[in-house]
C-alpha cells in the first residue's frame, strides 16, 4: 500500500501532549475569568460570505485572506474576530441588550509568508463592550481590569498594560498642523528603529516636527506626572485637551477598580496605527521580555458596525494573541509542562481485578481526581513503565492483599516514597498530596 | 454609506446569547467528562493538504468537501476529526504513549445541501482509545462509559446506548454465504423504512434471505436473554462465535464498571454501514425522542491510520455531533435557557459610587459568583429594566443609605421579593439563594 506522508503545514500550530495540556490551561484561564466578569461567550462561524466579511477590508488583509468558492458562493475565512462580531451586532441589534459585553475565543486565518512566530491558523481571545449611541468612560478601566485579572492568574512575572489616548496624538498632529497618519504608524515602530531613523522618517513627512514628537512621546514618570507634564504643555486644542481629560478619568478608575498601579503605565508611544482606534489604546508588555511585543492589545472605537447597520455602535475591547503569546512563552522558557497526560492518579491493577479497580477509580473521579485504570493485558514492569512516560505523579498499586484487607498501595513517582493507605483515607490523601 | 446586509451563510449556526450559554453548558460538560476520565485534548488544524486529508476519502465525501488553492497549495477544510486524528498519530508516533487515550472537540464542514437539521459547520466531541498491535475489549466497554456518564449529567432524560457487534453481522452474511456490505446499508435503515420494502431490498440481493434476516436482526429482550438466543441459533463459524465472545465480554466488563444495565442494551439492529468499524459498534438514543436518531455514535476499529503509516493502531471510540444534536434538544423543547447572559448578580449604583460598587462586586467574584456592575450613565428605572432584559436573577441595590450603614439593598428578581443584607452576610445570601 502506497502510503501519505502525515504533514501538518507550516504555520498551522499542533502540539504534541504536554504542550496542548498547557495551551489549553491558559485558555480555560482566559475564557474562565472572562466569564467571572459577566461577558458573554459568542461563537461566529469561520466562513463568512466574502462581500459580508471584507465590506471593510483592503490592503496588506485582503491579500492575506483564505477565499474561495463553493458552488456559486465567494467565501473567505475570517481573519479576525472583531468584522465577525460588527456583523454578529448588526444581524441582531434588536435582540441584544446594550451595553453588551461579549468574549469570543476562536480561529482565525491570515496566509502570511511563514516565518518563526507567524502563525496562519492562529487563536484570537477578544473581549468587547458595546454601547448604543454612547458608552460611559468606565468601561474603558473595565477591559484593562480583566486582562489584568489573567495575566495575575496566568503568573507569567510581572507585566504592564501600557495606556494612551489617541485623541492626545491627534491633538498633537493638529497643533504641528498635520494630517497624517503615517505618523501614528511611525509612532508605532518607536521602540523596533533607531533613534536617527525615527528623526529622518518624521522629518520627511514635515521640517522639523522630530524636535516636537520625539521628546513629547518620551515623557516619562509615574502616571501623575505624565498627566501633569501633558497638561502643561502649550497646546490648547479641544482634541489634545479631551485625550487628557479622557486619559486621567480612565487612570481614576483603574484606581477605582482596585488596579495596582504598579501594572498600569501611560505610554504615549502606544499609537494603534488602525483609523479604528479613536481614543483609550492599550498594549500589555512582559516585564523584562520586552521584546516579545504587546502580548494583549486594543481599543476603544467610535462605530463598530457601520459598513453594515445605521446605528451608533461604539465600543472598547482587547485581544489576546494565545497562538503567538503561546510559542513566545515557550521559546522564553516561561512556561513548561512535564506531564504527558492530565491524569493525576493512575491505578495499576496487578492482576486480572477489574471490579476493584475501577471502583477505586470511580471514587476518586468523583472527588475531583482526574483518575483512570492501566488497563493493558502486561505485566506490571509494562505498566509502571507506561506511568513514567506519561509522567503520572502518583500510582495506584492494587493486588489480591490489598484487595483482600481493603487498601492500596500508594507510590509518589516523583519522590519514590510508597505507602499503605486505607481506603477510607484515600481521599484524604489526595486532598494533602 | 452603501451598507452591506449582515448575513450568516446558511448551514451555519450562529446563536443569540441566551441559547450559546445553553450550547457551551452542553459542551463543557462534555469535555470536562472527558478529561476527569482522563483523555488528553487535542486541536488540530481545520486546514490540511488535500492529499493528505483526502488519502482515504471518496464518493460523496469527497464531493462534500471545502477544497479551495492557497499558492501553491490544495488545501481542504477538515470533514470530520477522525482523519486528523489518524495523521496526529502517524506524524507523531514515536512522541505518544501507547494505548492513546485522546479527545477532540472542534468544528468540522461539509457542503450538504441545506436542509433542517443539516449543518455544513458543525462541531464533532470524539473520544478514541488507540492501541499499538492490539488493544484489550475492556475500552470498548470504557468508551460507553463515559458516555453514560455525560448523559447522565446533561440529564436530557432517559437514554439508552445501543451496543452490537459487526463480526456477529458478518458471520451472519458468511453463513448465508453473502458477501455484500449493501446488506448492512439495509439494516442500519431498519428502523425508518416500512418491513414490507426491507424484505424487498433484502430478497433482491439473494432469494429469500428476509426470512432469515429480519427476525433475526429484531430479537430482542434483556441482555442476558439476546446472548443466549445467538448461542442457540445454529450458526458455527468462527466470525459469529467471536462476535458474541466479544459482545458478552463487553456487556461484562459494562456491568464491571458499574454502568446501571437499563442504560445499554444490545441492539442487532446497530450496524454502522462504513467499512471501517471491525468489531463493537454503538449508537445511542434518547428514550421516547427516537426520531432524534442517534445522538452518539462510533466503534471498534482495526487500523485507524494504515493511510500514513506501516503500524497496526487498533482503537475504539464515539462521537456526539454537538450542533445537531443541540438543535434537535431544541426542537423537541428538551433544553431552555430563559437568562440572556452569564450575570448572577446585578449591581445597580443609585449615585456615582463607583468605588464602593466594584468593592462589591469584586467580593462577590472572588466568591465565584459571576457579579457585574450596570455602569449605563442613566437613571434608576432603565438600569432596572437592563436587568429585567437579561433576566438577571439577583439584582443589589447600592445607595447613598447602603454605603453609609454598610449593607446592601437585594432583590430577588423572580421572586420580587426584597430583603436587607449586611455587607458581611453577602456571600452566605448566595449560598443559600
Redesign the interface.
Known sequence: ?E???????PG??????SD??L??KIKNTISSVY???????????????S??LL?KAGGETEKQI??????D?D?SLRFDLTVPL???V???YN???F?F??YQIG?V?R?ERTQKGRYR?FYQCDIDIIGED?L?L??DA?IPSVIYEIFKELNFGKFQIHINNRKILNGVLEHLELNDSEILRIIDKFDKISKEKLYEMLNEIKANIADFIIPFIEIDGSNDKILEDLSNLNIDNETYKNGIFELKTVID?LR???IDEEYFKIDLKIARGLDYYTGTVYETKLVGHEDIGSVCSGGRYDNL??????KKLPGVGMSIGLTRLFSKLKEANLINNIH????SALIIPMDNN??YS??IC?LL?EN?V???VC???KGFKQKMN?AN??GIKTVIIIGENEINNNFVSIKNMETGVQEKINKENLIEYFKNN
Open positions: 500500500m502510503r501519505i506522508v502525515p504533514r501538518t503545514l498551522f500550530m499542533e502540539l504534541l501532549p496542548q495540556i495551551f489549553n466569564e467571572k466578569y459577566g461577558f458573554t461567550p459568542l461563537d461566529t462561524p469561520l466562513i463568512e460570505l462581500s459580508v465590506a483564505y477565499r474561495f468558492n463553493k458552488g458562493n467565501l460588527a456583523k454578529y448588526a444581524k441582531n435582540e441584544l441588550v451595553p459585553k461579549a480561529k486565518y496566509g491558523e454612547n460611559s468606565i468601561n473595565v478608575y477605582d477598580l482596585g458596525a457601520e459598513y453594515y447597520i445605521d504527558n497526560s492530565i491524569i477489574v471490579k475501577y471502583d470511580r473521579r475531583n482526574i483518575a483512570d488497563n493493558m493485558e507506561f512516560r506519561l
